[in-house]
């Protein structure tokens, strides 16, 4: 058997685990899409050039997500 004491702290622990990840939710939501992201693409593979050159574009996640540059 546990104490009541014992019981307490758990339930303590448990709340204090739960607003963790609620607030590292938040924190994820809010600013992960702005992180930078370095990607390397190939441009000017048109019929006039048919070698393109490879170039290095950043980008954030919310560009990527909603198709802006």
Request: glycine residues 8%; charged residues 20%.
């Amino acid at each position: 058997m546990t104490s009541e004491s014992a019981d307490r702290s758990h339930a303590n622990l448990r709340k204090f685990g739960k607003v963790a990840l609620i607030g590292l939710a938040v924190i994820v939501v809010f600013f992960a899409p702005i992180i930078p992201i370095s990607y390397e693409e190939i441009n000017g593979l048109d019929v006039d050039e048919p070698i393109g050159r490879m170039v290095t574009k950043n980008v954030s996640i919310f560009q990527i997500i909603t198709g802006t540059e």
